[in-house]
């Protein structure tokens, strides 16, 4: 079975520093992996997405996430953090086409960045 | 474009109570999956609906049903509620042959039971 893991549930960075999230996850295939990020009161946004093809992933907002598929690794950097990121973020792993686990996503449990000044 | 859109926005049940939470998928998407999210933890998958069809299933029970219609929007009921059923639940909606590769999020129904 999927599962993903969050290693810090709170981290915080001034603004203008770099941001790291880490993120493990398990799955018995080659799955697809997400970063999805949700700012208080609103739906959550799909911030990148890996899905087999280059393992550098560029996403919105200047966020990008590496997958390491021998460190089961799939990590969010941002190299300069602004106020307006902070927010809950969530590493999402969902197995491939024809997997029992294809179609639904399963969340980590959340990293809450916070952004000072 | 309206995306994913959800109703109603707030509500507040008893326990022992029902409840339907509706969904609006994005234009052109065809798929719709519902998601549990208590407080301070990540979403969790109830089940996804595709072709009227209830197409996968995560661990909740049977008091958690849904459907979905023919335009493609679709219910999610909760029978029996209890107080652990109380969180933000969201709907999602994919493109036609996207699965979980594209999944589009609403901005969810607050459930409050008391």
């Known amino acids: 079975a999927q599962s993903v893991t969050q290693l810090d549930s709170h981290v915080s960075v001034s603004e203008g520093t770099p941001v790291l999230l880490r993120c493990n996850y398990s799955?018995?295939?080659?799955?697809?992996l997400f970063w999805y990020v949700q700012h208080p009161n609103k739906g959550l946004q799909l911030l990148l997405k890996?899905?087999?093809?280059?393992?550098l992933v560029k996403g919105i907002n200047g966020f990008e996430a590496e997958f390491k598929k021998s460190e089961t690794s799939f990590h969010l950097t941002k190299p300069s953090a602004h106020m307006s990121d902070a927010a809950e973020y969530f590493c999402?792993?969902?197995?491939?086409?024809?997997?029992?686990?294809?179609?639904?996503?399963?969340f980590g449990a959340g990293t809450r960045l916070a952004v000072h000044p | 474009d309206a995306g994913v859109t959800q109703s109603p926005t707030h509500l507040i049940k008893t326990r022992g109570q029902q409840v339907t939470l509706r969904c609006s998928p994005k234009?052109?998407?065809?798929?719709v999956s519902w998601y549990q999210q208590a407080l301070g933890q990540g979403p969790q998958f109830i089940f996804q609906y595709y072709e009227e069809e209830e197409r996968q299933r995560g661990n909740f029970p049977d008091r958690f049903s849904g459907h979905q219609f023919p335009n493609y929007s679709s219910e999610l009921n909760v029978n029996a509620l209890l107080l652990g059923d109380s969180a933000l639940y969201l709907c999602a909606s994919s493109p036609p042959g996207q699965g979980s590769y594209e999944q589009y999020f609403g901005p969810g129904t607050r459930l409050t039971v008391t």
């Open positions: 799955s018995s295939y080659s799955p697809s």
């Open positions: 234009s052109g998407h065809d798929t």
């Open positions: 999402v792993v969902s197995d491939p086409p024809g997997s029992g686990g294809y179609n639904k996503l399963i």
């Open positions: 890996y899905t087999s093809a280059a393992t």
